[in-house]
T-cell receptor, first 114, second 113 residues
């Protein structure tokens, strides 16, 4: 079974530039998550989709971050404009549905904002 | 407000020793407690999980101990091996909350040969 795919794996940008990350969840997984993991910290949920609807985006900085999940499969997370403090690893995860379900994580995208 | 507090931040253990990582939570509505293991450059992967209807769960060398009254749970790694060197995260979630996980801050384990 293929895991969660993410691209790119690494990205370096200047502050105020824009960047986008892509995630392809495990086939059949209805729930998709985007996390931000700052160095030395645990993952922090940014946004959660159930199929193509948002169920939680309470910690998403909506003035600069946006995410979409078209057709309930792939998802993109965008930052515009980026700030220095956005430097982190952005993890995508998916799970079968809600309830007690394991979240499967992708390898992440390491973003460096200079 | 940090929902799940994890300690220690780092841990060094000799090969064959026992590694113990502790977590505490405040929200009594939490009812699912997974532990994730993360190697450098990889995403976290589920190691073991427990629900509060049991006080202990064991899978191989890994054991979760759960104390509902104290709102604490811990991960014990018996016979620790160098291959166990990784960062460990505890997490908590509650039913009917769309499987939202609250992660601890992580413990970096180094098992010395």
């Amino acid at each position: 079974e293929a895991g969660v795919a993410q691209s790119p794996r690494y990205k370096i940008i200047e502050k105020r530039q824009s960047v986008a990350f892509w995630c392809n969840p495990i086939s059949g997984h209805a729930t998709l998550y985007w996390y931000q993991q700052i160095l030395g910290q645990g993952p922090k949920l940014l946004i959660q989709f159930q199929n193509n609807g948002v169920v939680d985006d309470s910690q998403l900085p909506k003035d600069r971050f946006s995410a979409e999940r078209l057709k309930g499969v792939d998802s993109t997370l965008k930052i515009q404009p980026a700030k220095l403090e956005d430097s982190a690893v952005y993890l995508c995860a998916s799970s079968l549905a809600t309830g007690y379900n394991e979240q499967f994580f992708g390898p992440g995208t390491r973003l460096t904002v200079l | 407000q940090q929902q799940v507090k994890q300690s220690p931040q780092s841990l060094i253990v000799q090969k064959g020793g026992i590694s113990i990582i502790n977590c505490a939570y405040e929200n009594t509505a939490f009812d699912y407690f997974p532990w994730y293991q993360q190697f450098p450059g990889k995403g976290p992967a589920l190691l073991i999980a427990i629900r509060p209807d049991v006080s202990e769960k064991k899978e191989g060398r890994f054991t979760i101990s759960f104390n509902k009254s104290a709102k604490q749970f811990s991960l014990h790694i018996m016979d620790s091996q160098p291959g166990d060197s990784a960062t460990y995260f505890c997490a908590a979630s509650k039913e009917n909350n769309f499987n939202k996980f609250y992660f601890g801050s992580g413990t970096k384990l180094n098992v010395k040969p």
